[in-house]
Each structure stands twice: as structure tokens, then as C-alpha cells.
């Protein structure tokens, strides 16, 4: 606009002034914006759909803002989230950005890519429309959705790892603002965890006030006048928004307590313990009763663990046994009358339990031993990927992590260990080809986990993976042994595809 109107000769606030002086004589309006001047005769190309003013996930939604200021924060598009309902929001969708900014955001995404690969995609524009037309959009990360278009498209291998969302354009990455009830920015950043996470006790503080009434003080008995009834979930309306909080039982340092979390994991999570706090409490259980059928040999493997002391392991496995018990009971626990229930069941169980996890750890820490006194005396390669392997299974609260079925699998997987390092070096040639193996199953299985939203890497089927490279171990190293399920490199690596 300007350099169409202004003369060459005002370069400085003074000689703007003494041009415009003299032009405005003649031309009074030539500075002044017009709707000819502001409307884009092209703006009907730019369909509705294509820069929403609102984000719909789920029940949550929230404006979307856009501002082309480069160089700072706002610049692109700007989610504006209620902080209350910050930790419902899920970062799954948000790579994708409004439908009106793909093609460019892909064009950009595939001049990330490594030379050798991004040779075999152009011109970008051309193929990034053609794989955006061949995807649906938000139904999976971009970068697995275009690593497997890409692929197919350009006749070449493209890893969702190849590319580097870090280094596109800021105006290219969603900004997420949390806003406060008056619309008042409390925090800004491009990453939502990491937001998430900068704000947590202002989010907890929204759904706890939202929920007022619902969190009691932390108690070691679990009455009426105590902990009440426990709801599944608690929703009041903040600003106009539904906030929903969820009712947990939260060990604290003097008992537990009701306190409103922000997500149903969180919830899941907290109340899990807090159950086992409680449970643990009301069932006490003598040493003597779980250890009197123990030989003197045992009682001595079981004092080589990574607990610290018999008494802690004690702890571990009537942890478990508790955790177990509550798996067996199924039925979510919500009163008073609920959880004495389950405690009655509890108290008559638990020792016999426990004295049975104690058993099953003797051979577990027996194995660990002779692991350890090889690993003493060995080095390389190898030796170094079993000490690897030897703190991955046994850590302090392993018996309560683990649980019992896994448990059970351990002496095998060390046994294993065991004939491993006591072939070397004979066996050197072939240990190298296992570990060749290995390399790349956890190679594919670190990818997969990097690709995963963080919530769902704790989930059952992609834990069960980790338990088949266990499994692959034996059969590398050990193979008359026997492996649980049949597992190959193969089979593996399907699994990790198999995830989605």
C-alpha cells in the first residue's frame, strides 16, 4: 500500500513529512484505507471449513485464534484452552493443524526430511497434496500418516522418525494458550505437555475449586464420617464450561485422602495405591506366618535383594499380593461398605499369598546371584548388555511392578543369561549375530514408543512387547530352555507394526 502511494525521496520521518505536505494538497485521500483498499478479492477462494474458529475434541471445545506476526509467539494459529480443562486436552490431532495450512505444513515437513529421501518426494507441493488426499486427517500422528504415504508414493523407505517437527516454521506448529475465566493468558507454548506440566497446580487448583465439597482429609480407616463414598466423576460449570474432576483416594504422608484429579488416569493411578495404603493398613501381617516354611538357604537368597533388607522384601511382595487381590475383586470400590468387603477378603488371603510370592522370588534371586558372579569376572559386549538386562528385572519394588506372573518367567530369563555368559568367548560369533538382533528389535520398539502418545505406552499390548524381546533372548542364547509363546525377530517386529 505504501510503497505504492509514498515517494522515493521520504526516507526519514522529516522528509516524509515534507513530501506529504506538498501531496496532500493535490491528493487529500491518498493515504487513506478504503474497503477497496483492505477487502482480497480472492478471499472467496478461502472455503469456511478450511480456518475454523473453533477446535472440537471429544465434548471439550475452544476458540482458535490466527495472527501473522513473525518472530513472536502468537504467529500462526493460537488454541485458547480454558485452564480448567487443560489437562483433559489430548495432543493427539493438533501436528495436523486447520485443514487451510496442510499442504503447506506438509511441504515444509518434507524439506526435513534427509537428503537422500527428500530427493525422492518432489516437488514437495505436489506430493504432499497427493498424500494429504489419500489420509484421514487427526486419525494418527502426521508424521506416521506421511511416512507411509510418502513411502508409497516416492517408492522409497521413510521412517515417521525421518522427519524433524522441531525444525518447521513456528506459524506451522499450534500455539496453546491456557486462559483463565476473564480470558487472561496464564502460560504459552508450543508443546501442550509442557504447558500442561508449567501449570499443573493452577489445573488441580480449577478442578478441586470446581469440586468443592467433594475431597476429605487424609484418614488411615475408611468410614462414613472419613472418606464418605467415593463418586466416579464430579462436574460443575466454570465460565460456562463444564469442568469435569475425578473423586481419588491419594496416600498421603498421614493416610489417605479424597482429593479431585484432572484426568481418569490420574484418578486410576492414585486410587490404586491409595486402595493398597488402606488395605495394607487394615491386614497386618506377622513375618513368622509368610516365612516359617523357609529353608535356612532361602531365607539366605532371599536376603540378596535389591530391596535392601528381608523386611522391605516382605513389604514388596505383600504389595503385591494386595494389588493382585484388589485385580481379583474386579468391581471398582466405592464405600465404605465396599471396601470392608474386599478387606475381610484381604485379611484372610493375603498371608498365604505372600508366603507363596516369597517361594516364587527364591529361585529369582538365586539366578540373579550367579548372574552376578559371572558379571563379576566378564566384560564386553555382551557382559555389558546383560547387566543392562539385570537392572531392567530387578530393582527395587520389582515384585510389585512385576507381579506374579511375570515373577514366575524370571529364573528362566537369567538361567538364560547364566549359559550366555558361560559359552563366552567360545560362543563370540554367535553371541554377536543374537546381539545384531537385538539392536534392532529395541531399535523399532524405541520408535515405536517415541511415536506414542505418553499414555499410551504404558498400555497392555505394547508392555507385552517388551516381555517377547525377553522371550527372543531365550531363544538367542538359550534355546533349550524354551520360550513361553513361540517369538522370532519376525514376530516381533510384526507386533511393533501392529500397534497402532
Known sequence: FYDQRVGPEAISARHFD???????RQQPDLLTFTPDTVVNQDAASVLEGDYPDAWRQGEIQFPLTYQFEPGTEEDGVTARVPVALLANLKSVGFDWLVPGMRTELVTALIKTLPKHLRRQVVPAPDFAAAALASVTPRSEPLVNAMARELSRLGRCTIEPSDFDPGALPDH???TFAAVDERGTVLGRSKSLAALRKKLAPRVEAEVSRAAAGTERPAAVVWTAETLGNLPETVTREVGGRKVTGY???VAEKDGVAVRVLSTPQAQQNATRQGLRALLLSSAPTKAKAVTSGLTNMERLALGRNPDGS???LIEDCRACAVDELIAAHGAPVRTPEEFEALAATVRSHLPGRVARLLKAVVPVLSHAHEVGVLLDRSNGEAADDVREQLQSLLFPGFVTDLGSRRIADLPRYLAAATQRLEALPASAHRDAAGMDVLDRVYGAYDKLLARLPEE????PEVVE????????RVSLFAQGLGTRVPVSEKRVLKAIDGIR
Open 172 to 174: 506451522l506448529r499450534m
Open 456 to 459: 499410551r505406552r504404558a498400555a
Open 310 to 312: 528381608f523386611e522391605a
Open 465 to 472: 512387547i517388551y516381555w517377547m524381546i525377553e522371550e527372543l
Open 247 to 249: 473423586p481419588a483416594l
Open 18 to 24: 515534507t513530501w506529504w505536505k506538498k501531496t496532500r
